[in-house]
């Protein structure tokens, strides 16, 4: 995707809610236009009421004023209203787009996490009701005062006009002094925000060892900077800001007093009404410059948001949409792998290069750091290779629509994480509630008695991130989710690093049953068991394939001694 395409994405999405955008300028020309009703208001009263002594006409224009008024409220009521509307068709728009490039992004390890994501896209859809925002509409009629102005007299317009340049300049600065600072203090709060948040996923090995202080000690210094900079941003602006409104309050005295000037000389068009007119003029002029610069800090902010959200969308296109496929039978070849980490140029893996039947079991074992974690998700299509293809059934893994390659594919990953939910919400993974298969699922890793034990069932929760399981148990409902369906290729990581003997014995009736069925495994594994199920050994070592094949071959290469005397034995 070229640069600008992702501008182009959010800005398309604006765009195609063009009427709400038309209609919202339109009312704000009214709210503007309306504005002037108090300088109208001044002139009729002061030509048409003053000199007639009229009571009737002054009760007229004052009726009218006051219905003129009750618009202005109605459709500013309607516009915030409609704006309103338009921040939620926004976000329906975007929202699915937002939420795959920012799970994409965490997969790739494009971007530093969710919660700064959101809060981007928040920002930028909560400014559609910004005060900043209807300013910005409003400015052609600040164009229609300086009109006017010149209409009154040249000179007063070009004092005006000097007026408006010198409040665009300070508008300038402020942006120029605070944009830098604002840049810097959103970034230090999103570091304090994600450093909270991961700490206090792991809140038991804090409490546990007495992290906390610190930890908070952490925090607080990153608060601090945070803080600091959004001090300077508002130190920076605080004072212009001041000017700005100065500005707006000096334009109305200064027109006055040389609308006095040029009425002593006659050169005053209208009269002496004309010198409260003009004043008017000037402070209505002005108005929307100063509210855009009193707004600035959130003018920023939603610039900066924009900008992110514009790179994340560019860094990670939207998926395509590939032709259908027919559902896999589990062959796995993989073929010249080569790949490092994503965003990381270092190759984890180099050169592997074996291959699969359907239904059979694959043992990956090798010391820590030889790349087993790296291989299941490229296998999964999680990863994608440098070079090389990981190919089920001889269609690329990576580029197959995950959605329809999923409910065939199982995963258990080193880290154990579940999702806040019930059980059977976990097993099912989180689709249709299928009683039967969830209860199959379970009883295949020996947990339906266990939670048929529960007072609540399998409609216990499990609690963020599993926590009200023992690191057991949830490896177990893990690896239900994982069986969940009767998937044709499973890749399990470490499958029974939690699991007690009783666990580790129904993880190898599991596989078992599972191969029986069908279905390909690959296991990344520490403990000899699994070897007892195995149709093949993968062994590894630095990201190097050292030796492949059948698991007794295999075995009698990595245990001669140990196999010859099994051998005398027997």
Partial sequence: MKSGSAVSELRMALWENKPAWRQAVLMSWVIGLLGFTPTVYMLQVYERVVNSRDVMTLLMLTVVTLGAYAVM????????????????????????????????????KQMGGAMSVQNDFKTVRDFFNNPALGAMFELPIALVSLVLIFAISP?????????????????????????EPLQEAQRRSQEAQTYAEASLRNAQVMESMGMLDAVMGQWQKKQRAFLAFQ??????????????????????????????????????????????????????LLAPLTQIAQQWSAVATVTGAWVRLSSLLQNVPAREKNMALPAPKGELTVEGLVAAAP???????????????????LAVVGPSASGKTSLAKLLLGIWQPQAGKVRLDGVDVHTWDK?????????????????????????????????PRIEQAAALVGLHEFILALPKGYETPVGRDGGLLSGGQRQRVALARA??????????????????????VALTQAIATMKSRGTTFVINTHRTSVLSVSDRVLVLKDGTQQL???????????????????????
Avoid: C
Avoid at 256 to 277: H, P, T, V
Avoid at 407 to 433: S, W
Avoid at 493 to 502: K, V
């Fill in 73 to 108: 409220e109605l459709i500013e009521k309607l516009r915030s209203r409609l704006l309103w509307g338009a921040g939620i068709e926004f976000e329906l728009r975007m929202a699915d787009r937002v939420y795959n490039a920012m799970f994409d992004g965490l997969l790739k």
């Fill in 155 to 179: 000179v007063l317009g070009w004092a005006a006009l000097v007026g408006a340049a010198a409040q665009t300049l300070v508008t300038w600065l402020i942006q120029r002094t605070s944009r």
């Fill in 231 to 284: 001090a300077k941003a508002s130190e920076s602006a605080g004072g212009l800001n001041a000017v700005s409104k100065l500005l707006q309050q000096l334009m109305g005295s200064v027109l006055l007093g040389l609308s006095a000037w040029l009425l002593l000389f006659n050169a005053l068009n209208g009269g002496a009404a004309m010198m409260i007119i003009s004043s008017v003029l000037g402070g209505r």
């Fill in 343 to 361: 965003g990381q140029a270092q190759a984890i893996l180099r050169g592997l290069q074996f291959g699969l039947p359907a239904g059979q079991v």
């Fill in 403 to 435: 959605a329809e390659l999923g409910p065939h594919l199982g995963y258990l990953p080193q880290g154990v994480e579940l999702l806040e939910g019930t059980l059977a919400e976990n097993i099912a993974r989180f689709g249709d509630l299928d009683r």
């Fill in 483 to 504: 069986l969940y369906g009767d998937p044709v290729f499973v890749v399990l990581d470490e499958p029974n690093s939690s699991l007690d003997e009783a666990g580790d």
């Fill in 548 to 570: 492949y094949g059948p698991t007794a071959e295999v075995l009698q290469k990595l245990m001669p001694a140990a196999a010859s005397v099994s051998a005398q034995a027997a």
